[in-house]
């Protein structure tokens, strides 16, 4: 059931997940077609969140955002795509390859104690290397260090990573399809911004294989969404992320789809960073326990990586 509406403000608006925004030239949202959007928000009881460009907008821009209740991405909520020396916003976002990430796990561990929320985006995934998972386990124990610290002092600053694995009873997944959807300058829906820049740059629709165009749309404001087999996006018919307890992985459908070539199945690269991830809160805790803290979510001990090595072996 959809929950957000996300509305891209601009070609250039600021990338905010794992796919960069490739797009240089700006083309504002037509000020009727945000309208509809929100329109199309209101009517559907959605929480509107607008993914800003890096420049002001016009006052009557402004007016119509502000008719709604909503969050701003690259406003509200910031995006880094380098480590800064200081964060002065409450919630950030740092988009980072997996090797700048391990390289400056010392870096970020300095912005935990600024921040009241911190998420991590890799942008590389697909990279990812067996070889790094020893790298990739000291870095989050590294921030696991901090985290510790700072709630022994009193403050709970929240890494997504890490901290919110800690409360989650189910799967919390980014949602493209299933809870979000995305309305881009053009008018029309998209799973998520990565569709919408795939279609703009030409890269073919590997959701139809037969199709040579690289059409990527499911709907527009005129006629409404028309995703095509939505229930292959829900969780129930995901066989891998069924049986996973790894509930902060965002389990990125635009990186199932071009790793896997398969929407609802992730790679091993997404299932293993998000188990190194899903360990590492069941280290901290166990330590958050051993220092007093009252624990009701405990995380149990695994002994796999890749949830598909699990499947192999019932089958």
Known sequence: MLQYLSILLDDTSVA????????????????ETLRKAILFGMKENLMIQYVYPDYELQEEYNALIESI????IGRDVVVYNEVPKKIT??????RLSIADFIAKQYDIAVLLPQIARLNICLTDIETF???QIEEYQKALTTLNTVLLDQYKSGNRPQLSILTDRLQ?????NCGAGDTNIIVAPNGKFYLCPAFYYDEQTGINNRLN?????????????????QI???????????????????YQCNRCIWLNQKLTWDINTPSHQQCVIAHLERNATRDLQRKLFDAG??????????TYLDPFDVRKNIN
């Open 16 to 31: 905010y997940c794992h796919a960069d925004n490739p797009l240089t030239e700006r083309y504002l949202i037509p000020l």
């Open 129 to 131: 290397k067996d070889e």
């Open 168 to 172: 989650l009873k189910e799967m919390h």
């Open 69 to 72: 209740d909503h969050v701003k």
């Open 293 to 302: 803290f009252a624990i009701e979510n405990e995380i149990k001990e695994i």
């Open 89 to 94: 916003a409450e919630n950030a976002v740092l």
């Open 228 to 246: 095509p087999n939505p229930q292959l996006l829900k969780l129930d018919r995901a066989p891998l992320c069924r049986i996973c307890d790894a």
């Open 209 to 225: 294989h037969h199709n040579p165009t690289s059409e990527r749309s499911v709907g527009d404001l005129e006629n409404g969404l």
